[in-house]
T-cell receptor
């Protein structure tokens, strides 16, 4: 059973371009979470999705950021018109159920650099 | 509201010495608490979790943590540090309903030979 797969591992974008980050959850997991880790900081919650539904997006910036988890295929975190401040590591996690005591499995992250 | 504070952004111990990484939490409901480890350029790996069963929780690689409600703490310990323990450690609290983690800012553990 493969772990949570994120790609690409590293992504370089120029200011104003779009960044698309992909996350394939573990097999059998229908709950996906995105976190952002700024340099020298802990991870900050961005969004929680179940198949085709956004459950909680309280951590998402109001503009330029969007997330989806379609019925088929990976979850996508999309950042439009990237700025230098978007440079960070973006981690995806998945879990098999929704309980707060359930272990979440993390991917290796996508490190976005905006130049 | 939930939050986590990790005291000490960097901790350095000698190989074989006790490891103590501090975590204090704030939660308006009985919390679920987690310790994760992150190796360079890797994702997070679960070390252990507290889910309101035993207050002393044993995890992988010889780590354990004790939930102390009166002190709102969940400190991580290991009796004898190994070089392979050098990594960054994150304490997290989650909501009751789903895995919305609130992470501390992390503690980087350095192990000296």
């Amino acid at each position: 059973n493969a772990g949570v797969m994120q790609n690409p591992r590293h992504l370089v974008r120029r200011r104003g371009q779009e960044a698309r980050l992909r996350c394939s959850p573990m097999k059998g997991h229908s709950h996906v979470y995105w976190y952002r880790q700024l340099p020298e900081e802990g991870l900050k919650f961005m969004v929680y999705l179940q198949k085709e539904n956004i459950i909680d997006e309280s951590g998402m910036p109001k503009e330029r950021f969007s997330a989806e988890f379609p019925k088929e295929g990976p979850s996508i975190l999309r950042i439009q018109q990237v700025v230098r401040g978007d440079s960070a590591a973006y981690f995806c996690a998945s879990s098999p159920s929704t309980g707060g005591d359930t272990e979440a499995f993390f991917g290796q992250g996508t490190r976005l650099t905006v130049v | 509201a939930q939050s986590v504070t990790q005291l000490g952004s960097h901790v350095s111990v000698s190989e074989g010495a006790l490891v103590l990484l501090r975590c204090n939490y704030s939660s308006s409901v009985p919390p679920y608490l987690f310790w994760y480890v992150q190796y360079p350029n890797q994702g997070l790996q679960l070390l252990l979790k507290y889910t309101s069963a035993a207050t002393l929780v044993k995890g992988i690689n010889g780590f354990e943590a004790e939930f102390k409600k009166s002190e709102t703490s969940f400190h991580l310990t290991k009796p004898s540090a190994h070089m392979s323990d050098a990594a960054e450690y994150f304490c997290a609290v989650s909501g009751r309903n789903f895995n919305k983690f609130y992470f501390g800012s992390g503690t980087k553990l350095n192990v000296k030979p």
